[in-house]
């Protein structure tokens, strides 16, 4: 995979679908892979569009059928020995990335080492090479759409490390921005919640509630649209679905 830019019409797939299930009639079979298929030319268009318009706005943009080669495509755009840091994000573990960050090759600002000073790290982050993060929700439209607790992953994204670098699955496209807000408050800030073990009431309830709780996951509300810099964000977009 080269280091530049995808076309998504060049992208030789390697992600397969599932083997066919022999307990099943070879009909049902049939039937279920041209659904398949059909589901999947949908997304292609959907990323194909996604992809355009992230370019317009000067982000870059990539594709990886599967997560098994996003991590070949960071190699491709970081130097070894770079400075790394990472926002908190479950697509990045999933994809591999918070390993490969961890492997030696880049000098990694761990927040989730043993003992870091987790505050110190969410500042340092900023003087880093590269910051990567996913996004909560991916407009068609070519815009990031983010919301943080603390404020820190959004922080880095508008300002700060040379380059930052976006992990999404395809599952995080959305429409426009009315959708990406409905993601958040329906998927993406419950999920988390979840996860964090946060006393939020989306976390029992399934959805955002407007909450003004102590354990509220959503106060900075960021819209990444044109870029001023050209090319400091880059999107790698990934043909399964990971994270919330
Ligand atoms: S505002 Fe409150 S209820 Fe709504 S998603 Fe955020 S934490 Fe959950």
Do not use: W
């Not at 491709?76 to 030696?104: K, W």
């Not at 880049?106 to 080492?113: N, S, T």
């Not at 404020?151 to 990406?180: C, H, T």
């Not at 509630?209 to 106060?219: K, L, N, T």
């Amino acid at each position: 995979m080269s280091a530049v830019p995808l076309d998504i019409q060049n992208v030789k797939r390697t992600g397969k679908a599932s083997g066919p299930d022999h307990n099943r009639s070879d009909e049902m079979t049939a039937e279920g892979k041209a659904m398949d298929q059909n589901l999947r030319k949908i997304m292609d268009k959907r990323i194909e569009k996604t992809i355009e318009n992230l370019k317009k706005n000067r982000m870059e943009a990539y594709y990886a059928p599967t997560k098994a080669e996003v991590v070949s495509l960071v190699d491709q755009l970081c130097r070894p020995g770079e400075t790394v840091a990472a926002g908190g994000s479950m697509t990045l573990f999933e994809a591999g990335v918070i390993d490969h960050l961890n492997s030696g090759k880049y000098h990694h600002l761990d927040r989730y080492a043993k003992n870091a000073d987790v505050q110190r790290v969410m500042r340092e982050a900023f003087f880093a090479d590269t910051y990567f993060t996913s996004t909560n929700a991916l407009t068609e439209e070519g815009e990031l759409y983010n919301v943080d607790g603390n404020g820190n992953r959004v922080a880095a994204m508008l300002f700060g490390p040379k380059q930052v670098i976006v992990v999404a699955g395809y599952n995080k496209i959305v429409a426009d921005g009315e959708e990406a807000v409905r993601r958040v408050e329906k998927v993406a800030a419950p999920a988390n919640a979840v996860r964090l073990g946060l006393p939020a009431p989306c976390a029992t309830v399934g959805e955002c509630v407007h909450c003004r709780s102590d354990g509220r996951i959503c106060c900075d509300y960021v819209r990444m649209g044109m870029q001023r810099t050209p090319g400091r964000v880059k999107v790698i977009i990934v043909g399964e679905t990971l994270g919330y």
